[in-house]
């Protein structure tokens, strides 16, 4: 027997695909995402789906929800001086306004003790450079996430996880060779950098009732860096 529907936005590949892996056996999964590729093998439901432009079809979902994942991200890592303002819009538009957007619309089939998962980076809380765009929009999420989990306790819980760099396609400009992956796992206490499953177990872990008394966390998946200077 399955013991919740859940909703993935943008669970085609990296964090959101592992996700779907760990949930499949136990939870009835929907993913709503531009591409289906990797899901093919998987005991889903796909709806095609694009966050930026598309209305979310309500009808292609079951009449009640007990978790609810946002993954979509993006990551632009430059100067404020080469940045346009279109890419801070960017940048919003992709993390904040697309979560808002679909969490306006599937709040009312969240059900008693449901979990709302948002991503955001660890990057808000520490004050990096070259990290101004993606930074405020994720800072956004967080704001967002809180002032959503007082609204809306104790019906629905909301947390967010706010992870460092994590090795998925998303990342791969940043860890293309093995350079770059051994300089970016030495800035981290635990000496690697994530992968998508580690931010995927936590994903699960707060989407289930062993998190029943969580809400409004920011919760750092880092590998120690938001905590811990080593240097």
């Known amino acids: 027997m399955k013991n919740k ?8 590949q990296g964090i959101g695909l592992e996700l ?15 591409t289906a590729d990797e899901l093919s093998s998987l005991n889903v439901t796909h709806i095609s789906f694009d966050v930026t432009k598309d209305e979310l079809d309500l009808s292609a ?3 009640s929800l007990g978790g609810f ?28 306004f697309s979560l808002v957007k679909v969490v306006k619309q599937i709040m009312p089939k969240m059900s008693e003790g449901s979990s709302m998962v948002f991503f955001s980076t660890v990057a808000v809380g520490m004050g990096m450079p070259f990290h101004t765009s993606v930074a405020a929009a994720k800072g956004a999420i967080e704001g967002f996430a809180k002032a959503l989990a007082a609204e809306n306790t104790p019906k629905v ?7 460092s760099l994590v090795d998925t396609p998303l990342a791969s400009r940043l860890l293309s060779n093995d350079r770059k992956k051994e300089m ?9 950098v994530g992968t998508a499953e580690d931010i995927a177990r936590m994903a699960a ?14 919760l750092g998946v880092d590998g120690g860096m938001s905590s811990l200077n080593i240097s």
């Not at 819980?157 to 992870?163: E, K, Q, S, T």
């Not at 970016?184 to 690697?192: E, N, S, V, W």
């Open 20 to 34: 779907v892996k760990l949930l499949q056996d136990t939870h009835t999964v929907f993913v709503a995402s531009r």
């Open 157 to 163: 819980r909301v947390n967010v996880i706010a992870p």
């Open 69 to 96: 994942v946002y993954c979509p991200g993006s990551i632009n890592l430059k100067p404020l001086k080469m940045m346009g303002l279109d890419t801070f819009r960017e940048d919003m538009e992709i993390n904040f």
């Open 184 to 192: 970016m796992a030495d800035r981290h206490p635990l000496k690697r």
């Open 5 to 12: 529907n859940i909703l993935l936005i943008g669970g085609s």
């Open 61 to 63: 979902l079951p009449e």
């Open 205 to 218: 872990f707060l989407l289930k009732e062993d998190s029943s008394w969580m809400t409004g966390q920011i």
